[in-house]
C-alpha cells in the first residue's frame, strides 16, 4: 500500500523568503506525482505534474523536483509572497492517486 | 471554461437521512473520482468509475454509493449508514485512470450533521 507523507506539516516564514516543501512516497512504481495548491474550504488547485519519466518541472516561481529511487519529491517556491499562503498537498499515481496530509504555509508580511 | 462544478457549496443532513451531492465535468474525462477530506489527513478515495454505466469501491466506500448514468456525471449519495459524514467532500476527473494529464478537482461540498 503506497504511503505518502509530507514533511513540516506547517510552515511559516518573512516574505521574500525560499519555500521548500517535501514529499516523500514509499512505493516507486508511479505513473506520476502531483502538487496541488489547497486555500481555505476550496478545491484543489494543480500546480505541476511530473511524469515518472522526468526529473523536474517549473512553472513560474515553482520548480518540482522527482528522484523515484528514493521516493522523494521536492516542491521550490522562490522569492514567498503572502499570497503563497495555503495548504500544499502531494499526490502520487499508482494504480490510484494517494495523497499526503498535506503542509500548510503561512507567509509572513 | 472546462472545469468540474460541485454543487451544493454547503449541505447540512439530518440523522438518519440521505443527500445527494452532485458532480458535472465538461472536459470530456472519462473517469471520475469522488474524495473525502477530514482535518488533518489526506484524501481518501470513496468511489470511482473509469466508464459509464461502471464504478468501483475505493478506500472508505461503507456507507456511499454513486452512479454514472452519463459521461459528465457521477453523484454521490451519502446514506443514514455513514456513521460520521461530516467532512468536505471532492469530486475530480482525469482522461484516464493512468492519465499523463493529471488530475483536475472541483471545489468541493462541505456536509454537516445537524
Known amino acids: 500500500k503506497q504511503e505518502v507523507t509530507q514533511i513540516p506539516a506547517a510552515l511559516s516564514v518573512p516574505e521574500g523568503e525560499n519555500l521548500v516543501l517535501n514529499c516523500s512516497f514509499t512505493?516507486?512504481?508511479?505513473?506520476?506525482l502531483q502538487w496541488f495548491r489547497q486555500d481555505p474550504g476550496k478545491g484543489l488547485t494543480s500546480l505541476l505534474l511530473?511524469?515518472?519519466?522526468?526529473r523536474e518541472q517549473t512553472s513560474g516561481r515553482l520548480n518540482a523536483s522527482l528522484d523515484k529511487s528514493s521516493g522523494r519529491s521536492t516542491l521550490y517556491i522562490a522569492a514567498s509572497q503572502p499570497g503563497d499562503s495555503a495548504t500544499y498537498l502531494c499526490?502520487?499515481?499508482?494504480?490510484?492517486?494517494?495523497f499526503g496530509a498535506g503542509t500548510t504555509v503561512t507567509v509572513r508580511a | 471554461d472546462g472545469g468540474i462544478t460541485q454543487s451544493p457549496k454547503y449541505l447540512f443532513r439530518k440523522e438518519g437521512q440521505n443527500v445527494t451531492l452532485s458532480c458535472e465535468q465538461n472536459?470530456?474525462?472519462?473517469?471520475m473520482y469522488w474524495y473525502r477530506q477530514d482535518p488533518g489527513q489526506g484524501l481518501r478515495l470513496i468511489y470511482y468509475?473509469?466508464?459509464?454505466?461502471?464504478?468501483q469501491k475505493g478506500d472508505i466506500a461503507e456507507g456511499y454509493s454513486v452512479s454514472r448514468e452519463k459521461k459528465e456525471s457521477f453523484p454521490l449519495t451519502v446514506t443514514s449508514a455513514q456513521k460520521n459524514p461530516t467532512a468536505f467532500y471532492l469530486c475530480?476527473?482525469?482522461?484516464?485512470?493512468?492519465?499523463?494529464?493529471?488530475?483536475?478537482f472541483g471545489s468541493g461540498t462541505r456536509l454537516t450533521v445537524v
Open positions: 472536459l470530456n474525462h472519462d473517469a
Open positions: 511530473i511524469q515518472s519519466s522526468q
Open positions: 512505493d516507486s512504481a508511479i505513473y506520476n
Open positions: 499526490a502520487v499515481l499508482d494504480y490510484k492517486l494517494s
Open positions: 468509475s473509469q466508464i459509464v454505466n461502471d464504478f
Open positions: 475530480a476527473s482525469s482522461a484516464d485512470r493512468q492519465t499523463n494529464y493529471g488530475y483536475t
